[in-house]
T-cell receptor, first 109, second 113 residues
């Protein structure tokens, strides 16, 4: 069974801190990796996608991928209360799309 | 406005009464997909479609049917709903496939009593 695992949280950080969200996956040949943000009662929206090993930065967000360790992470710098949401990790391979259950992040003012 | 729409947004029904949840996108996307979201289980894929008349099962297809007769529409059909299909359902679309960004509809909250 292909799985995507995330710590459900809640993860609580103070405003301005770095939030670190982690995800592991079981399918070694996974090709594409995504982080979606989902506000309470809303639909998921894409924050970052990453396809190769290393770091990818977009504004305050950095995605990190380590295929050898089957690990993908999301760092949020200078966290804001508006970042409070559930973050979903998604892993894709060969028409098979898998989501983790999500990590709930709370940023306290 | 580019969007994915779903109807209805909320539905309460009884066991065994056939229902259809509609999904439509105006972005000319080839790929469309249905997911259900349950607490602690995350999003699980029900069915997906790579293009018109091309559909395939996802992770949890039992009890569901889909069709893709037009590029913009991808309805989800529950022929005989059961209480274990009570869930939050999302339709999503993508230009060419799930290896790129998926755009999600607003969700349909279904309760089967």
């Amino acid at each position: 069974q292909k799985e995507v695992e995330q710590n459900s949280g809640p993860l609580s950080v103070p405003e301005g801190a770095i939030a670190s969200l982690n995800c592991t996956y079981s399918d070694r040949v996974s090709q594409s990796f995504f982080w979606y943000r989902q506000y309470s009662g809303k639909s998921p929206e894409l924050i970052m996608s990453i396809y190769s090993n290393g770091d990818k930065e977009d504004g305050r967000f950095t995605a990190q991928l380590n295929k050898a360790s089957q690990y993908v992470s999301l760092l949020i710098r200078d966290s804001q209360p508006s970042d409070s949401a559930t973050y979903l990790c998604a892993v894709y391979n060969n028409n098979d799309m898998r989501f983790g259950a999500g990590t709930r992040l709370t940023v306290k003012p | 406005e580019a969007q994915v729409t779903q109807n209805p947004r909320y539905l309460i029904t009884v066991t065994g009464k056939k229902l259809t949840v509609t999904c439509s996108q105006n972005m000319n996307h080839e790929y469309m997909s249905w997911y259900r979201q349950d607490p602690g289980l995350g999003l699980r894929q029900i069915y997906y479609s790579m293009n018109v008349e091309v559909t395939d099962k996802g992770d949890v297809p039992e009890g569901y049917k889909v069709s893709r007769k037009e590029k913009r529409n991808f309805p989800l059909i529950l022929e005989s709903p059961s209480p274990n299909q009570t869930s939050l359902y999302f339709c999503a679309s993508s230009p060419t496939g799930p290896s790129y960004e998926q755009y999600f509809g607003p969700g349909t909250r279904l309760t089967v009593t």
